[in-house]
């Protein structure tokens, strides 16, 4: 979904008296039942895949969003720095997804906690959060396209 078909739907979910849950689960499915992602997060996840079909696997999908964390070794220190690399508007609703979840909407909260309780910092915790909630949207995208083709070869069929 181009920038401009995401201002469009944006812009019709505001012009509309009526939740637009619905609307949108009628046009991707199930994506918005991941905590802490929005309408206009799930219409951004959505169009900036462009089918998730596209990906061998959901390491190749984080690749693609810019949350593989990139390994990186000093001394004895083991650690994970920033991947600058990615679609970045996919980036950051996946980033906003991990803040909202940080702040107790989902399971976020408790993966930071844990990590932090591991040894690692906020920062490093938060930084690897997008990456598991990628992993969900991966998910997610994929289960839903599953659902849509085999509603469509049933509707073929079914005309045939």
């Known amino acids: 979904m181009s920038t401009a078909r995401t201002s469009a ?13 619905p609307d949108l689960t009628s046009h ?8 802490g992602c929005g309408v206009l997060g799930a219409a ?10 596209r990906f061998r696997s959901k390491a190749a999908f984080a690749r693609f969003t810019g949350t ?42 408790a993966y930071v906690e844990r990590l932090m309780a591991e040894g690692k910092t906020r920062t490093e915790a938060v930084r690897l959060l997008p990456r598991r909630i990628s992993d969900v ?18 509707k073929m069929a079914m005309a045939a």
């Open 68 to 109: 593989a964390p990139i390994p990186v070794w000093s001394g004895n220190s083991s650690r994970v720095r920033l991947n600058r690399g990615g679609n970045r508007r996919l980036n950051s609703a996946l980033h906003m997804i991990a803040v909202t979840q940080t702040r107790g909407v989902g399971p976020g909260k």
């Open 44 to 53: 951004t996840i959505i169009g900036e895949t462009a089918g998730v079909h």
């Open 137 to 154: 949207v991966y998910r997610t995208l994929k289960r839903t396209d599953t659902t849509a083709s085999q509603t469509s070869d049933h």
């Open 28 to 35: 991707c499915g199930r994506a918005t039942p991941i905590p």
């Open 9 to 21: 739907f944006a812009t019709a979910v505001t012009r509309t008296d009526t939740p637009s849950q």
